[in-house]
């Protein structure tokens, strides 16, 4: 018992450390911070277009192809797992509103509390990645 109790203390010890290793190697990549302006930026101009839902499903789309490159680029960058995990939950946001535009009509409202949330969640990764050493 005792010994199955220092394994798990030991590799308890082990995730942490490499947490930390992770934390600590995580870098700032200019790539990175621009996509993620983009579509804080996209998102927080279409919130404003979403009385024309021509318009807003367009932009819907040009997001969804934007937060999905975005989600590939950082996908296998070393000591990246925060934004890496952070990109797949925006994109998950973004196509489900592109979803909804493909499956009938989308009122203002939502459009506009969707935008507004994807704008929201694009500023806390920019947040985030601008902490990162350079």
């Not at 490159?69 to 952070?86: G, R, S, T, V």
């Not at 459009?111 to 920019?126: D, G, L, V």
């Amino acid at each position: 018992m005792k010994k199955l109790l220092m394994v798990l203390v030991f590799l308890s010890g082990c995730a942490t450390f490499n947490d930390a290793m992770d934390a600590y190697l995580m870098k700032y990549d200019t790539n990175e911070y621009k996509l993620i302006t983009e579509v804080r930026t996209k998102a927080g101009s279409a919130k404003n277009n979403c009385a024309d839902s021509i318009e807003s499903k367009r932009l819907a789309k040009e997001l969804l192809y934007t937060s999905t490159f975005l989600m590939h680029y950082a996908e296998h960058l070393p000591h990246n797992k925060p934004i890496q995990h952070a990109t797949v939950e925006l994109n998950d946001m973004v196509k489900g509103l592109s979803d909804k535009y493909d499956s009938g009509i989308v009122s203002p409202v939502f459009c506009k509390i969707k935008f507004t949330s994807i704008e929201e969640s694009a500023n806390r990764m920019q947040q985030s990645e601008g902490k990162k050493p350079r």
